[in-house]
T-cell receptor, first 118, second 115 residues
């Protein structure tokens, strides 16, 4: 069964500190891995997308890593800001054949809720 | 501005009263999808569409219907809503369906309560 597990479930850090969020997956076949940021009550917004051959990808203060051998990814946030307070969702894309043809299936983790405080 | 627009954003209804949540995208995307988000369960796919007149079931399609008569619109229909369909719903779109290597754009969400 395709699964995406994230840890920790929640995290509180002081403004200016760094943090790392973890994602383990069992999705097969693997196509790509995405990290999304979701503010409370809003739709998820893409941070990074990584394919099998990419080990690391940055988007400003966000750096994602991918180890396709161990099926693990991490999202590192540097010099956190209050605006980083949100849920961070790991999403893995894998192939699936439906009745209408082949489309990638996205398997979503349940997210890590990050709170940045003063 | 590129966006996915959902309506209504908030709705309270009663069991059995048919309702439709609309979704429209202005990016000429082929792929559109509906998700529901419940506490502790993450986003789960209800239905998806790879193009006009092409739809398929996701992981939790029971109690829902969809249609894709135009490329930009992908309405979600609840023929006879029940309390277990109380949830936060998201519509999303992407340029292409196969491989889904492109970014998935989400709407702002529709919070539905069924009494």
């Amino acid at each position: 069964k395709n699964q995406v597990e994230q840890s920790p479930q929640s995290l509180i850090i002081l403004e200016g500190k760094n943090c790392t969020l973890q994602c383990n997956y069992t999705v097969s076949p693997f196509s790509n891995l995405r990290w999304y940021k979701q503010d409370t009550g809003r739709g998820p917004v893409s941070l990074t997308i990584m394919t099998f051959s990419e080990n690391t990808k940055s988007n400003g203060r966000y750096t994602a890593t991918l180890d396709a051998d161990t099926k693990q990814s991490s999202l590192h946030i540097t010099a956190s800001q209050l605006s980083d307070s949100a849920s961070y969702i790991c999403v893995v894309s894998g192939g699936r054949r439906g009745v209408t043809g082949t489309a990638s299936k996205l398997t979503f983790g349940t997210g890590t809720r990050l709170q940045v405080t003063l | 501005e590129a966006q996915v627009t959902q309506n209504p954003r908030y709705l309270i209804t009663v069991t059995g009263k048919k309702l439709t949540v609309t979704c429209s995208q202005n990016m000429n995307h082929e792929y559109m999808s509906w998700y529901r988000q419940d506490p502790g369960l993450g986003l789960r796919q209800i239905y998806y569409s790879m193009n006009v007149e092409v739809t398929d079931k996701g992981d939790v399609p029971e109690g829902y219907k969809v249609s894709r008569k135009e490329k930009r619109n992908f309405p979600l229909i609840l023929e006879s809503p029940s309390p277990n369909q109380t949830s936060l719903y998201f519509c999303a779109s992407s340029r292409k369906a196969g491989g889904l290597t492109g970014e998935l754009f989400f709407g702002e969400g529709s919070r539905l309560t069924v009494l």
